[in-house]
């Protein structure tokens, strides 16, 4: 489940079901909320689907909001947190070590990975800790803030990177690219008919997740 906007409070959430490649709820919105994502969930168990599983990004919060439905946060929305913090092009070589390991997410077990995160903390501990004084100020921060915020980015959401590994019977895919897909082609149709009201606009994003 994700919501993508196609301009400002004109957004749609949509739940995918993975294993038909079928969209099997959406509804527009103005702001992405936990609150909305837990009211399609019960929507959807209202009319009788069994949900083994969710994938999703890392919405603060949104781990805890479904009981005992395992979720999985989306490892690509990880890759892109970490680049955020830390760029594609560090130039710090903790960085260009911290950029490597967060390609490798997609790619690795959940017993690997750590392993690798570990051994880059153990390396680079000391440095992480270094602090500057600010005299204008007069306080001391974190010199490498950016990647320390990172680190702890992969440290804070581990429990959740590698949900389809603990549970490898239910074929719990480890990102959304299914539904990022399914944006694409929206936005990709809409900006053809760039100049289509909301109404008609809304008619033709229905169509088109419906197929």
Not at 5 to 28: A, C, E
Not at 33 to 60: F, P, Q
Not at 113 to 129: A, E, G, H, V
Request: hydrophobic content about 35%.
């Amino acid at each position: 489940m994700d919501t993508s906007y196609f301009r400002r409070n004109f957004g749609v959430m949509v739940f995918r079901d993975h294993y038909r490649k079928k969209n099997v709820f959406w509804q527009y919105l103005k702001y992405e909320t936990i609150a909305e994502y837990k009211l399609g969930i019960k929507h959807l168990e209202s009319i009788g689907w069994n949900i083994l599983g969710i994938v999703c990004d890392g919405k603060r919060g949104i781990f805890s909001s479904f009981g005992n439905i395992p979720v999985q946060m989306c490892q690509h929305h990880q890759v892109e947190i970490i680049r955020r913090y830390i760029t594609k092009n560090p130039r710090l070589e903790a960085g260009k070590e911290m950029r490597k390991i967060s390609l490798l997410l997609t790619k690795s077990g959940k017993e690997d990975f750590i392993s690798i995160l570990d051994q880059w903390y153990q390396k680079w501990k000391s440095f992480l800790m270094e602090k500057t004084y600010n005299e204008k100020t007069g306080k001391w921060h974190y010199t490498h803030r950016r990647l320390r915020s990172a680190y702890r980015s992969l440290k804070t959401n581990m429990p959740n990177l590698f949900i389809c590994d603990d549970y490898p019977d239910l074929n719990i895919p480890n990102t959304t690219n299914s539904l990022e897909g399914v944006f694409s082609n929206l936005k990709t149709k809409l900006r053809v008919h760039s100049g289509m009201k909301n109404k008609r606009k809304i008619n033709l994003i229905n169509e088109l997740l419906g197929k």
